[in-house]
């Protein structure tokens, strides 16, 4: 029995012995060490800022892109405005609500917020908005970082949808 239970404490010892003390071997060849890093959404943020991106009111940016200028008559085209509202439920319902925040912002008073002329540019080029516009580096930031996807409508569809937009002040 003494044997027995000696031969069990020395097969448990060398098996902790056995299991201890490894070095790891590097092994030769390609290695990768990565630093993370961080990057500022925009450097237009200032630190005591508080308000959200998405309620910030900018008139003057006209974004970057096509459209330079849009003249909005005093009256809505409700044709126009019809034909928008059926290219952005089958275009932009994936990512927009009308009344709340979702991907992306709700369009209900960005007419209020943000310049018809910017509104179009980031419907039209929203790659290139997202990467010159302050405005739209911030609201990326906030939503996630969720770009907005390029849909690759035309300036007359980009047009019916502002005209659709005006509808939802």
């Known amino acids: 029995?003494?044997?027995?239970?000696?031969?069990?404490?020395?097969?448990?010892?060398?098996?902790?012995?056995?299991c201890g003390g490894k070095e790891e071997k590097k092994k030769e060849?390609?290695?990768?060490?990565?630093?993370?890093?961080?990057?500022?959404?925009?450097e237009a943020v200032t630190e005591t800022s508080t308000e959200k991106p998405s309620e910030r009111v900018d008139l003057e940016n006209k974004g970057?892109?096509?459209?330079?200028?849009?003249?909005?008559s005093p009256d809505i085209d409700t044709a126009l405005a019809k034909k928008g509202e059926e290219t952005y439920s089958q275009m932009c319902m994936a990512c927009h609500r009308i009344d709340?925040?979702?991907?992306?912002p709700a369009p209900t008073?960005?007419?209020?917020?943000?310049?018809?002329?910017?509104?179009?540019?980031?419907?039209?080029?929203?790659?290139?908005?997202?990467?010159?516009?302050?405005?739209?580096?911030?609201?990326?930031?906030?939503?996630?970082?969720a770009p907005m996807a390029n849909q690759g409508l035309t300036e007359d569809q980009a047009r019916s949808i502002l005209e659709y937009f005006r509808t939802l002040e």
């Open 100 to 104: 709340k925040k979702f991907i992306g």
């Open 29 to 42: 060849g390609f290695s990768v060490d990565r630093a993370k890093t961080t990057e500022k959404a925009t």
């Open 64 to 72: 970057v892109g096509p459209i330079t200028s849009v003249t909005l």
């Open 1 to 18: 029995m003494k044997i027995a239970l000696r031969s069990i404490v020395v097969v448990f010892s060398l098996m902790l012995v056995a």
């Open 109 to 145: 008073g960005v007419l209020k917020r943000r310049s018809p002329e910017w509104v179009m540019n980031m419907i039209l080029n929203p790659e290139v908005m997202v990467k010159e516009d302050p405005l739209a580096k911030e609201l990326m930031a906030e939503f996630n970082g």
